[in-house]
């Protein structure tokens, strides 16, 4: 059964860069059956999709936050990973992986990780 | 502000029938029939539970279906139970914009 682990600092500075990782068990991101994306929650707030990435390194960003994000692959160790540049308190929200089976929907989910802006 | 529009709360008592619907424009639909339903309870991760419009994943209940009508998606939930109780949110898929959320629901089982 396949499970998602988000990673990364709970705690970011405004103007840095969040970095969070997604690590993958009991399924093989090249398999190239799926996407993996990053989605958010605000908050108290509704789901926002930061975007897609194929084991071949291709994406597909969210154009509101495509300035200023940067998703990557490590097929190796069968994990995404995500950064997010110049981090405002806007960006303090909880941080999901999910598994894309179809451009259109997320089939499983990670437990999710709040990552806090503040100084 | 969410692209589609989803009442924010609904209420139903157990054994009823509820509907939640989920509005957007053509361009908000993209074309397709790529609309997902979400189940998030309190903590805890969104579960999908609609995609395609209509379909099921494995393991979800037949009380839950899924439509669409022009511009409006819907999902009902038929003999409601104590556990139903969540937010619910709606997602659409587009070319040029990726996917798009609805602003949630929140279903109260009274």
């Known amino acids: 059964q396949v499970q998602l682990q988000e990673s990364g600092p709970g705690l970011v500075k405004p103007s840095h860069t969040l970095s969070l990782t997604c690590t993958v068990s009991?399924?093989?991101?090249?398999?190239?059956?799926?996407?993996w994306s990053w989605i958010r929650q605000h908050p108290g707030k509704g789901l926002e999709w930061i975007g897609y990435?194929?084991?071949?390194?291709?994406?597909y960003y969210n154009p509101s936050l495509k300035s200023r994000i940067t998703m990557s692959v490590d097929t190796s160790k069968n994990q995404v990973s995500l950064k997010l540049s110049s981090v405002t308190a806007a960006d303090t929200a909880v941080y999901f992986c999910?598994?894309?089976?179809?451009?259109?929907?997320?089939?499983?989910w990670g437990q999710g990780t709040l990552v806090t802006v503040s100084s | 502000q969410s692209a589609l529009t989803q009442p924010a709360s609904v209420s139903g008592s157990p054994g009823q029938s509820i509907t939640i619907s989920c509005t957007g424009t053509?361009?908000?639909?993209?074309?397709?029939?790529?609309v997902s339903w979400y189940q998030q309870h309190p903590g805890k991760a969104p579960k999908l539970m609609i995609y395609?419009?209509?379909n099921r994943p494995s393991g979800i209940s037949n009380r839950f279906s899924g439509s669409k009508s022009g511009n409006t998606a819907s999902l009902t939930i038929s003999g409601l139970q104590a556990e139903d109780e969540a937010d619910y949110y709606c997602?659409?898929?587009?070319?040029?914009?990726?996917?798009?959320f609805g602003g949630g629901t929140k279903l109260t089982v009274l």
């Open positions: 999910a598994r894309v089976p179809g451009g259109d929907r997320f089939d499983c």
């Open positions: 009991g399924d093989s991101i090249n398999s190239g059956n799926y996407y």
């Open positions: 990435i194929y084991y071949t390194g291709s994406t």
């Open positions: 053509n361009s908000d639909f993209g074309g397709y029939n790529y």
């Open positions: 395609e419009v209509s």
């Open positions: 997602s659409s898929y587009t070319n040029n914009r990726g996917v798009l």
